[in-house]
């Protein structure tokens, strides 16, 4: 395809993770050939069926350029999302930087909850027990997959 715009102007390493439940953070890197005054603008869809959204909260690198942003309030859906990235300068045009993500393909999940560890003398040994840790999306835990490690007993 074709794209309107300087090549080297597209942003560069973009990546999102999920964490703590409900916060998305995304992160990318200046175009290599981005004329200097180049600022980025990040949109994200949730799904077809959702308006697009700018972000609200930008991370700024020490030029003041977009160079990432903080989603707050994230619910992860079974559809893919989609990003863009598209930047404006006074001297020419930016290329854009679209992809589309699976959510749950990027949260890191917290701690299983509510873990405890009941150790015997005799050889039946430990019963540990704990719920799944929290998530925005995952009605179904079998789902997880854990694993222990057990330093000693």
């Keep these: 395809p074709v794209f309107a715009g300087m090549n080297g102007s597209a942003i560069e390493n973009f990546s999102c993770v999920i964490y703590n439940v409900f916060l998305m953070n995304c992160t990318w890197q200046a175009g290599r050939d981005a004329p200097a005054d180049t600022q980025y603008f990040l949109y994200w869809q949730k799904s077809k ?3 697009e959204m700018e972000c609200e909260l930008y991370i700024q690198d020490e030029n003041c350029r977009n160079v990432g942003c903080i989603f707050q309030n994230v ?9 863009l990235v598209n930047g404006s300068s006074k001297d020419s045009l930016i290329q854009f930087y679209d992809e589309y993500i699976d959510l749950y393909e990027i949260e890191i999940l917290t701690a299983p909850l509510n873990v405890t560890a009941h150790c015997t ?10 719920h799944p840790p929290r998530t925005s999306h995952v009605e179904n835990t079998k789902c997880f ?3 222990i490690s057990i330093q000693n007993k």
């Design 75 to 83: 619910s992860i859906g079974i559809e893919k999302s989609y990003f």
């Design 121 to 130: 003398r005799d050889p039946t040994g430990c019963i540990i027990t704990w």
């Design 49 to 51: 069926d959702e308006e």
């Design 145 to 147: 997959q854990y694993e």
